[in-house]
């Protein structure tokens, strides 16, 4: 039995091919949400070197383009990203569609994005918040003031990325309450005394 979870949309004339869910496909999200959030809290520690793809982190991004905060027809953000295997790559954010761009896009840049991108990886998925990263000069933007505050709005971020910061947040109080000094025993303030 062959149960199809994606059904194809389009491609007739040029146009390019859209899959989306089919009923099957809407009814196992849950699901995979479960699993994403497992994954989240169990398996998500920092990104090897291996897995430091900017292009893959810039097509989860462009998925999760927040178009009802962009307010111009046309976007286009630059990232700079060292640690890359190349320095720039560019989202071209338009109504109809969001592009992940090796070339320059022809349009004005609209922000520069820079950063390392083992960081830029940790404040997607949700590791390190985006206002500290960009405090502690981890990540700069370049561009209007306008675009700059409203960049963090672009975007609604990993899909896992609160899971990732209640674990992180889970892990970090257990493990103070591992280390913290135990307060001595009435017995063992009794020995004491007497000794």
Same mark, same amino acid.
């Given at each position: 039995?062959?149960l199809n979870v994606l059904g194809e ?40 070197? /291996? ?108 899909p896992m990325a609160d899971t990732v ?17 135990? /307060?001595? /025993?009435?017995?063992?303030s009794a020995i004491r005394m007497a000794?």
């Open positions: 039995m062959v949309r389009g491609g007739s004339r040029g146009k390019r091919i859209e899959y989306r869910l089919t009923a099957a496909g809407r009814e196992l999200q849950p699901i995979i949400d479960l699993f994403g959030e497992w994954g989240a809290r169990w398996a998500f520690g920092p990104p090897r070197p /291996s897995e430091l793809d900017p292009i893959i982190l810039l097509w989860w991004m462009r998925r999760r383009v927040a178009l009802d905060h962009i307010s111009r027809r046309r976007v286009v953000v630059q990232f700079d990203f060292r640690g890359a295997p190349q320095r720039s790559y560019w989202l071209l954010i338009d109504r109809s569609d969001v592009s992940v761009c090796l070339k320059h896009p022809g349009f004005e840049v609209d922000l520069i994005l820079t950063a390392d991108i083992l960081m830029f990886y940790q404040v997607w998925l949700g590791r390190v918040p985006l206002a500290e990263a960009i405090r502690k000069s981890h990540i700069r933007l370049d561009g209007a003031p306008a675009d700059v505050r409203a960049f963090r709005n672009w975007f609604t971020w990993s910061r209640a674990a992180l947040a889970d892990r970090s109080t257990a493990s103070h309450r591992a280390i913290e000094p135990k /307060s001595p /025993s009435r017995k063992s000794l």
